[in-house]
């Protein structure tokens, strides 16, 4: 079965801090995807971006950085010098290859104070 | 251009109403979903269509109806709901249907509240 993890509820930083979210995910299938999405105050989910498990190079895209490790199960998303518009839920989520069922976190709430 | 749009926003029903929900994306995608959140959680499977046909039932309660007209429109059919059913509903798309995990683009949402 796939679960993931977000251990933190609510990170709150103040404007230009650096910023880490965790996500630990469980599975036992050898190729999936992984994903993080973006949901603001408005309500929709914007998509951040999505890895599959061959790839493990880490993504960098403006302000916003991404490190996958296997050998954790973890892929965690950082920004750095965080703006207000930050300030949103995140989700890490999880497909198994070939099924189009997300299993997500349960989110992490960033404020990013000026 | 990834863009669903899903009308109206806000939907305020009684309990003994008749509503629809309706979600159209313009991208090609050939799988279309249903989602339901509620407030502090994360969204949760309802439906999905593939190449028009219903693939996934997520065990949802049958006042919850959706149909999917042709590959562009997603609707959600409410009747006799729950107050315990406010909750936002999300629409999304992907590129392929059945065997793919392809990413997932979500619209705004339309906010329902159950009265």
């Known amino acids: 079965a796939q679960k993931v993890t977000q251990a933190q509820t609510e990170i709150s930083v103040v404007e230009k801090e650096d910023v880490t979210l965790d996500c630990v995910y469980e599975t036992r299938d050898t190729t999936y995807y992984l994903f993080w999405y973006k949901q603001p105050p408005s309500g929709e989910l914007v998509f951040l971006i999505r890895?599959?498990?061959?790839?493990?190079q880490n993504e960098i895209s403006g302000r916003y950085s991404w490190n996958f490790q296997k050998s954790t199960s973890s892929f965690n998303f950082t920004i750095t010098a965080s703006q207000v518009v930050d300030s949103a839920v995140y989700f890490c989520a999880q497909g198994a290859t070939g099924f189009q069922k997300l299993v997500f976190g349960t989110g992490t709430r960033l404020l990013v104070s000026p | 251009d990834t863009e669903v749009t899903q009308t109206p926003k806000h939907l305020v029903m009684g309990m003994t109403n008749k509503k629809s929900l309706k979600c159209e994306q313009h991208?090609?995608?050939?799988?279309m979903y249903w989602y339901k959140q509620k407030a502090k959680k994360p969204p949760e499977l309802m439906f999905v269509y593939s190449y028009e046909k219903l693939s996934i039932n997520e065990s949802v309660p049958s006042r919850f109806s959706p149909e999917c007209p042709n590959s562009s429109l997603l609707n959600l059919h409410l009747h006799a709901l729950q107050p315990e059913d406010s909750a936002l509903y999300l629409c999304a798309s992907s590129q392929e249907g059945t065997g793919r995990t392809d990413t997932q683009y979500f619209g705004p949402g339309t906010r329902l509240t159950v009265l």
């Open positions: 991208m090609g995608h050939r799988a």
């Open positions: 890895r599959n498990s061959f790839d493990e």
